[in-house]
């Protein structure tokens, strides 16, 4: 696109490096000589030396086939003088920066598509750093009545494993926040559904009302006290062949774990699947069936499955259907392999626990069988 700027001063000169960057045709009209030479000289931008408000200036720029006019002068007056001009000249779209909200009608009188508001981005934005340290980065909306806003998902926080249908049934989170955007490790961005899982080191781009702004980055940075204490934890903690681990490691395992709900009869994983990851049951229930459809176990609240294949490398003995609607955790092979190797002992000690444990499997019956407790194979 054609673009011709008016004003080389510092917005001036970043709007028309970015657009340069970016491929535009760029002209910048700036009275200052050093100005133009600089801006010539850094950014290789074409420049024109003279007053952006003298109709001889703007023709010499290229006004009359320029597709946009942007006005970043000095003062609104001039800004103003610069819009009137350029709708005589040209059929250029015209914005500018706005410096004094009391220009907005006369702006707008004069045919200005595109305001920008400079103190109520600047205000808007630093109010939201002051009051978010957490968030990232902001931009009002709607005269600063809405935020959008971006925020990195720690590893640390509750809603870290969670999809965003199960973070919007939080009881405290605003209903009218939305989730627009996530943006992952390598800074590919996904339009996020129900579905969406959020996971640690993602940042995630939502859009709320002002006055919600508080509940929903709470909601959001939310973590527990201590995080051995959480619930998942506790379940851990009483798996035999995770006995071995401190509690430090075991709290490195609950951090990569993700939540997941599954509805009634969805499956979870199937017979000859890879076991990439072991689940907890924290609420429902879970069949293990055999091939044919056979009833082999029925895990309960506190449960676990699937932690075989995990450990041994073998493809999944049985399929895993959810009995009941049921939210599982899940912890992966990564995460796990990571806190087992650094310690040699643990390994030793879980194979043996392993040993042991498919040992008592081989003598026991067949039939279907529900589990009593964590221990009951």
Request: glycine share 10%; charged share 25%.
């Amino acid at each position: 696109m054609k673009i011709i700027i008016a004003g080389g001063g510092r917005v001036g000169g970043a709007l028309a490096a970015r657009l340069v960057a970016e491929h535009h045709h760029v002209t910048v009209v700036d009275r200052d000589q050093n100005t133009c030479n600089r801006l010539f000289e850094d950014i290789g931008v074409v420049t024109v030396c003279g007053d952006a408000n003298d109709p001889q200036v703007l023709e010499s720029a290229g006004i009359s086939g320029a597709d946009i006019a942007a006005g970043v002068l000095a003062r609104d007056a001039e800004n103003l003088a610069f819009s009137t001009l350029v709708r005589s000249m040209s059929r250029a779209r015209v914005m500018v920066r706005m410096l004094d909200s009391r220009y907005r009608q006369a702006y707008r009188l004069a045919g200005v598509s595109e305001l920008v508001e400079e103190a109520e981005v600047v205000v808007a934005k630093m109010t939201t750093a002051i009051d978010f340290p957490q968030v990232a980065g902001s931009l009002p909306l709607a005269a600063g009545h809405v935020i959008l806003f971006e925020l990195e998902v720690s590893a640390k926080a509750l809603v870290a494993g969670r999809t965003v249908a199960q973070v919007r049934g939080m009881p405290n989170f605003p209903r009218e926040c939305v989730f627009i955007g996530l943006v992952d490790l390598e800074g590919r961005i996904t339009l996020p559904d129900g579905n969406t899982t959020l996971r640690a080191g993602h940042t995630v781009i939502l859009v709320a009302r002002r006055a919600e702004l508080a509940r929903a980055v709470e909601c959001l940075t939310l973590e527990p006290q201590r995080q051995e204490d959480t619930p998942l934890a506790e379940m851990l903690r009483k798996v035999d062949f995770l006995a071995p681990l401190s509690a430090e490691e075991l709290t490195t395992v609950v951090r990569g774990a993700e939540y997941l709900r599954k509805e009634a009869g969805e499956a979870i994983f199937k017979k000859g699947d890879a076991g990439e990851t072991f689940y907890v049951v924290v609420s429902g229930q879970v069949n293990l069936l055999a091939e044919g459809g056979r009833l082999v176990e029925v895990v309960k609240p506190g449960g676990f499955f699937g932690e075989i294949a995990l450990l041994t490398g073998e493809p999944r003995a049985t399929s895993a259907v959810a009995g009941t609607v049921c939210e599982l955790a899940s912890v992966g092979r990564d995460d796990f392999r990571s806190v087992v190797m650094g310690n040699p002992a643990i390994a030793l000690e879980m194979s043996r626990i392993l040993g042991q444990r498919l040992a008592r499997m081989a003598q026991q019956d067949k039939g279907p069988q529900k589990r009593k407790g964590l221990f009951g194979r």
